[in-house]
């Protein structure tokens, strides 16, 4: 195969790889159970410094006891508190949720609009968010930047911004609108169980015959020179070598 050179290559690469590898659609791929836009803005919500695992733990007595935006809007803080408490950060999510859930009821009937100023407009409801609740329950260009979906990009050429929504935007010049969501939720798969942040698990990564960070110096650091004398012959490090793959590469990613 003929090695992807640039950013729109390497990401044209990258979905179709992780497609194959991580199939189905957005909401196939989300790992917060839910089936209404709503249940997903609460469940997102909640997901703040928490495991997928645990927040669908807590919903499922959420969403019984609070089924709309009204019965949210009008809750005891005091028992949102005790059912939501094992996510963390309880008492600021209950605000996020009853303050989100007053204002879908006064100011979009009801409704979890679809717009992202509608959606960031709402307490608790950030970019990555209202990506999610595009993407995921709407099925609308939306591609949420998380730490992993960030990191991942950063390593793979395909943007060279820390800030997240910058690398959002420069993302999107990069994969279809129709892709979008489901880019974000591969790449943090990947993220999870191949590309981790310490040390990435390049020599079982299905990306590594194209990624410019593959073997990253900083992984493998330069011993101090071999000892001379007897058995003088130490193993060179590997750097070398990728420090040659990658310098190149870094520079036409931010070309
Ligand atoms: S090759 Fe390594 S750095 Fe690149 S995406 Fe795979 S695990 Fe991450």
Redesign the pocket.
Known sequence: MVKPRSPKGRAREVTARLAAEYPGTAKDLCALDHETPFQLLVATILSAQCTDERVNMVTPAVFARFPTPASLAEADPRQVEELIRPTGFFRNKTRSLIGMARATEDRFGGEVPSAIDDLTSLPGVGRKTANVIRGVAFGLPGLPVDTHVGR?SR??GLTGATDPVKAELDLNALVPPAQRAAFSLRLILHGRR??VARR???EA?L??DF?P??ELPERAPAKAAAPAGRGGGAQRPSTTRASRRVAPARARSTA
């Open positions: 991942l390593r793979l191949v590309c990435p698990r390049c990564c990306l590594a990624c960070s593959a």
